[in-house]
């Protein structure tokens, strides 16, 4: 079982910034890939962007350029990974989901939402 709690998401001004974090616990040792999804309303789930257990990342291209995926791999039984997003348009509101997969598993956070509005 994996964990996910996301936090960093609120309201923000367009060309703003905002960091996302995701606190994973668990069996985090067995995740290969890790990533950050977001769904508007009315809309469906998208893939923001991924980072493996390597450091190989992937972004979808509507934020290439302006968000960037990292971890941070503490030596303890916590691993965290940020999105950073910069330069942020009204589009890119939406519930922010944290991802997790494990060889035969998939788990999510419950959502942040970000909100781009002046």
């Known amino acids: 079982q994996v964990q996910l709690v996301e936090s960093g998401g609120g309201l923000v001004q367009p060309g703003g910034s905002l960091r996302l974090s995701c606190a994973a616990s668990?069996?985090?040792?067995?995740?290969?890939?890790m990533g950050w999804y977001r769904q508007a309303p009315g809309k469906q789930r998208e893939l923001v962007a991924t980072i493996t257990s390597g450091g190989n990342t992937n972004y979808a291209d509507s934020v290439k350029g302006r968000f960037t995926i990292s971890t941070d791999n503490a030596k303890n039984t916590k691993n965290t990974v940020y999105l950073q997003m910069n330069s942020l348009e009204p589009e890119d509101t939406a519930v922010y989901y944290c991802?997790?997969?494990?060889?035969?598993?998939?788990?999510w956070g419950q959502g942040t939402q970000v909100t781009v509005s002046s």
């Open positions: 991802n997790a997969r494990l060889i035969g598993f998939v788990f």
């Open positions: 668990g069996s985090i040792f067995n995740i290969y890939i």
